[in-house]
C-alpha cells in the first residue's frame, strides 16, 4: 500500500504543530531589572510580603519601588515589600479557534478523500456529508475553548 498520499497531511499538521507551540514561558527571575519588559498600561498583580496582593496597571519602576494605577488612584510599592509580581498574557482564543477550523478542514478533506476509495463502496457509506460540519464544529471547539491569557510571573524576590 502507497502511503506516500499521507506525507502532504502530515507534514501540514506537524507544522501547525509546530507554529504554535511558541517557546516556553521564561522562567519567573529574581532580578528587579526583569520588570522593565513591562509597558506601562499592561495589567499587572503585585503580590506582597504579607500575602496580600494588588491588581492594576503598571505606571513606572525604579530601584525603590513599582508603580501602578488602582481605581483608588496611583500606588507604589516598595521593593523590599515585593514578594512576586505577575503580568497578564493575551488570550489567543481567535488564533486556537482558526487553528481548529483548520484542523477540522483537514481532516474532513481527508474523509471525503477516503471515501472516495473502492472499499467504502462496497459498504453502502458514500453518503459523509455530515464529516464537513461534525469536523468543523468538533475541532473549531476544541480550538476556541483551549485555556490562553492568564498570569505569568514576571518577578520573584529571593527567600531571605
Known amino acids: 500500500m502507497n502511503h506516500s498520499k499521507y506525507v502532504p497531511f502530515l507534514a501540514f499538521l506537524l507544522s501547525t504543530f509546530g507554529a504554535t507551540a511558541g517557546s516556553p514561558l ?3 527571575n529574581s532580578r528587579w531589572e526583569n ?3 513591562l509597558r ?6 503585585v503580590v506582597l510580603n504579607d ?4 491588581q492594576g496597571e503598571f505606571l513606572a519602576l ?4 513599582i508603580t501602578l494605577r ?3 488612584g496611583g500606588q507604589t510599592y516598595a521593593r523590599k515589600d515585593v514578594l512576586r509580581v ?3 498574557k493575551e488570550s489567543h482564543r481567535v488564533r486556537n479557534l482558526v487553528i481548529g ?5 483537514t481532516l474532513a478533506v481527508l474523509a471525503v478523500k477516503a471515501n472516495s476509495s473502492s472499499w467504502f463502496e462496497n459498504t453502502g457509506m458514500r453518503d459523509i456529508g455530515w464529516v464537513w460540519p461534525v469536523g468543523l464544529g468538533v475541532f473549531g471547539g476544541i480550538g476556541a475553548a483551549m485555556p490562553t491569557g492568564g498570569w505569568h510571573e514576571v518577578y520573584r524576590a529571593q527567600p531571605h
Open 35 to 37: 520588570l522593565r519588559i
Open 70 to 72: 488602582q481605581a483608588t
Open 51 to 54: 500575602a496580600k496582593f494588588c
Open 101 to 105: 477550523l483548520d484542523i477540522g478542514v
Open 40 to 45: 506601562p498600561g499592561r495589567q499587572i498583580r
Open 62 to 65: 525604579n530601584d525603590e519601588g
Open 86 to 88: 505577575y503580568s497578564k
Open 26 to 28: 521564561r522562567a519567573a
